[in-house]
């Protein structure tokens, strides 16, 4: 079992950056690949990126390709998502996932644990 609490959201204008963090604590924080995924209001929630056990894969949703940048440092039990050039659309909850049975997801049924997740807001 882990445990995920993000963090970082805000308000930003456009073309602004915001960093969101997700701290983990239970089981060893290696074992899991994480993800990123959003929900704006009245919709489904979305997929952003994902990160392999060891860091060394992502991918991205191409909405955010280029702008976003997913990373983790398993010393600190972290994964980060960097959100540069910012656009009204990002505006979202934010929540990070985790799962042990593979990396690289994009429908959140395939995750098992949810932080509370973490609010953006763009503003044009």
């Known amino acids: 079992q882990v445990q995920l609490v993000e963090s970082g959201g805000g308000l930003v204008q456009a073309g602004g950056s915001l960093r969101l963090s997700c701290a983990a604590s239970?089981?060893?924080?290696?074992?899991?690949?994480m993800a990123w995924f959003r929900q704006a209001p009245g919709k489904a929630r979305d997929f952003v990126a994902a990160?392999?056990?060891?860091?060394?894969?992502?991918s991205y949703a191409d909405s955010v390709k280029g702008r976003f940048t997913i990373s983790r440092d398993n010393a600190k039990n972290t994964v980060y998502l960097q959100m540069n050039s910012l656009k009204a659309e990002d505006t979202a909850v934010y929540y990070c996932?985790?799962?042990?049975?593979?990396?690289?997801?994009?429908?959140?049924?395939?995750?098992?644990?949810w932080g509370q997740g973490t609010q953006v807001t763009v503003s044009s």
């Open positions: 996932a985790a799962e042990t049975t593979g990396w690289g997801m994009q429908s959140e049924k395939r995750y098992h644990y």
């Open positions: 239970g089981r060893t924080f290696s074992s899991y690949a």
């Open positions: 990160i392999s056990w060891t860091g060394g894969s992502t």
